[in-house]
């Protein structure tokens, strides 16, 4: 009874023992799996953290990189905008350049238009008043002729009168001495044939005068009517133009930033 008493602690024993072992064994394993639990825990969360860093790194990169881009973007599109309001301004420039040349260009055209017309009617006027002066010259010229044969059939006329008044005269005088008259009364009637003769003489010679004054007169009148009559005519020729003058052309623009353009006229 005794030894069995005895035995029995001694399995119970062994039993708590195993079991103690056991129960430390599973608490060992325990904190193993607690240890590998936390490290994995420390592992996964450092991997995290690094993921996480990389992700930020990513996403500041990627940050840098959109702003880098939308700046550069920026900056080409005020290029862009810059380079187009230059060429809307040179554009601008060379459309009123070409006004400018084309309005040059159609002043010329008018004043070398109304100077062409202007020399034209002092062309026409000029000869007109040359014409005229030459039938005035012509017609003054007749009158001369005919006033110089006026004169000259005067003096053929009184010449002619002349003669017969100096033969008529002689043939007087033969007549009162052939009446054979003689003393004081032969004398008187031989002065008065004389006196006779000499006032039918003064008498042609006047009106010779009179007619040389008269086509004087005439020819005086003429000539100063003629003169009036080229006056006249000269008075009538309009001005004669001098060459005009010319608008030059504009000078060309200066373009923005020295940029060549063609220029293209309308």
């Known amino acids: 009874m005794c030894i069995a008493a005895t035995a029995i602690p001694a ?6 023992a195993a079991s103690t072992v056991a129960s430390i064994g599973m608490s060992m394993y325990s904190a193993q799996q607690q240890a590998a639990q936390a490290q994995a825990s420390m592992q996964m969360q450092a991997q995290q953290a690094e993921r996480q860093q990389q992700m930020q790194y990513q996403q500041s990169v990627h940050q840098q990189e959109q702003q880098r881009q939308n700046l550069t973007l920026q900056q080409r599109q005020q290029q862009q905008q810059y380079n187009l309001s230059i060429e809307q301004s040179n554009a601008q420039m060379i459309n009123q350049y070409n006004q400018q040349v084309q309005q040059v260009h159609n002043d010329r055209a008018g004043i070398a238009s109304r100077h062409a017309a202007e020399k034209l009617t002092y062309q026409r006027g000029l000869e007109t008043s040359q014409e005229q002066a030459r039938l005035n010259n012509s017609a003054a010229n007749r009158v001369y002729m005919g006033e110089q044969a006026k004169i000259n059939e005067a003096q053929k006329k009184a010449a002619f009168e002349q003669q017969a008044i100096l033969a008529k005269s002689i043939g007087a005088k033969g007549s009162v001495l052939a009446a054979g008259r003689t003393g004081q009364s032969v004398g008187l ?35 100063l009517q003629a003169e009036s009559d080229n006056q006249k005519a000269a008075n009538n020729v309009s001005w ?24 293209q006229y309308q």
Do not use: C, H, W
């Not at 399995?11 to 708590?16: F, K, M, P, R, V």
């Not at 133009?241 to 220029?263: E, T, V």
């Open 240 to 263: 004669n133009p001098a060459d005009p003058y010319m608008p030059a052309n504009p000078s060309l623009p200066n373009f923005i930033n020295g940029q060549d353009f063609a220029i």
């Open 11 to 16: 399995a119970s024993l062994a039993i708590s």
């Open 189 to 223: 009637l031989v002065n008065d044939v004389e006196r006779q003769a000499g006032f039918a003489q003064a008498q042609e010679l006047a009106m010779l005068d009179s007619t040389k004054e008269q086509s004087l007169i005439n020819m005086e009148g003429t000539f």
